[in-house]
């Protein structure tokens, strides 16, 4: 199993949620590029972390 943090920076508000986009590593492309975020999680956070798992069979 491998796991990757990966940073996530304020890019609009919308209704009801906020906005992410990926911070890529240097040289890397994006893993997930952007997401959103319900305000009632995110708050007033301008900086998110997400990390994933992969699993094998």
């Known amino acids: 199993m491998s796991e990757k ?3 996530f920076e304020f890019e609009k508000h919308n209704k009801n949620s906020i906005r992410y986009k990926e911070v890529p590593e240097n040289g890397m492309p994006p893993v997930l590029g952007s997401i959103y975020v319900q305000k009632w999680f995110a708050g007033d956070s301008k900086n ?3 990390t ?3 699993k094998v069979k």
Do not use: G
């Open 48 to 50: 998110i972390e997400v």
């Open 5 to 7: 943090a990966i940073k």
């Open 52 to 54: 994933i798992k992969t």
